[in-house]
């Protein structure tokens, strides 16, 4: 996937080089972050990396997994300072687009169940809750939290 959105956003391969920066968002965003290996794998083995870049400032990034008839939305993150700007509702149109255009016919996720503000905007992308998955992320001090599960037909 490759597009130039409006003069000031552009989907580009995510790449070793994007890292850094990357790191530093998903560190700033998130208790629990993924470490820059799971990332690492996540490039290696083929899922859909895109980072969203405005000249070379990093906006945000998503990372899908491909299944048979369904794709899988893995990690969505919109820089601190860039959220509430549209910036999520654009990546999620643009990877339904992709994962469509490649015979997927769900787009599925977990999100936890803390989560209020990730729920809504899925929500008002048109997911829906199908689920829970009990003790499916770490938390703090050792516990668990579940995942609510949302999809959104393609
Ligand atoms: C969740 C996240 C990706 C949303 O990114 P964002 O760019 O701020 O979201 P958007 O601005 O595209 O919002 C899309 C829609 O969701 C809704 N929305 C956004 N924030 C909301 C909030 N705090 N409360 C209720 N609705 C909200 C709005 O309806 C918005 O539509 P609008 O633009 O027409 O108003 C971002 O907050 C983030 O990176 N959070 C930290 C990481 C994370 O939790 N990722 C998801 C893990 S499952």
Redesign the pocket.
């Known amino acids: 996937m490759s597009a130039v959105l409006a003069p000031q956003a552009t989907f580009v391969p995510l790449t070793l080089a994007h890292l850094d920066a990357l790191m530093a968002i998903e560190q700033a ?2 208790v629990q972050p993924w470490s820059r290996g799971n990332f690492l794998d996540s490039i290696n083995v083929g899922y859909e990396c895109q980072a969203l870049m405005a000249g070379e400032e990093m906006l ?1 990034y998503f990372v899908v997994m491909m299944g048979v008839q369904e794709a899988h939305l893995l ?4 820089a601190p300072k ?9 990546m999620l149109e643009a990877m339904a687009l992709w994962a469509r255009g490649r015979g997927a016919r769900t787009l599925w ?4 169940v803390s ?4 729920r ?2 899925y929500a ?2 048109g997911f829906h809750g199908t689920g829970v998955r009990r003790n499916y992320y770490p938390a703090a001090q050792g516990q668990r939290e579940d995942a609510v599960v949302m999809c959104l037909t393609l």
């Open positions: 965003a998130y945000g990690n969505i993150t919109v860039h959220q509430r700007q549209g910036w999520a509702r654009l996720l977990e999100v936890r989560n209020e503000r990730a809504a905007v008002a992308c």
